[in-house]
């Protein structure tokens, strides 16, 4: 569950990093400045649409650090990257070769994908 005073603590960090005004913001990811207010004082909570539309923008930003405040930066987690290279060594190492691949998926943070068929 989002805690409203850590996720308004998280969003006025994201404005301070981006030199943003509530205003900017608000109309960089397209809702209205009462919005900001709203969720800046602790009144409301962000619907998953106003989340959705602040990772849209802004595409450094890493959900689980502006949800759960997970991680230390709005910046996408140094982990990742070694996590990437785990998966690279693995994937190098195949057990099967033989194996013919049917599909590859591939999901983007904003919810969309793309397929790829054999």
């Known amino acids: 569950m989002i805690n409203n005073k850590e996720f308004s603590i998280r969003l006025q960090k994201l404005l301070d990093q981006n030199d943003e005004t509530a205003s900017s913001f608000a109309q960089k990811i397209g809702v209205q400045r009462s919005s900001i207010s709203h969720i800046l004082s602790g009144r409301n909570k962000p ?26 930066s709005p910046i996408t987690s140094p982990h990742l990257a070694t996590d ?28 969309s994908f793309k397929s790829y068929d054999n």
Do not use: P
């Not at 619907?47 to 230390?72: A, M, P, Q």
């Open 47 to 72: 619907s998953l649409d106003f989340i959705l539309k602040i990772l849209k923008t802004y595409k450094h930003v890493d959900l689980y650090w502006l949800i759960n405040g997970t991680e230390h």
């Open 84 to 111: 990437n290279k785990k998966l690279q060594k693995q994937s190098s190492h195949s057990k099967n070769d033989d194996d013919d691949i049917d599909r590859i998926v591939i999901f983007f943070k904003d919810g």
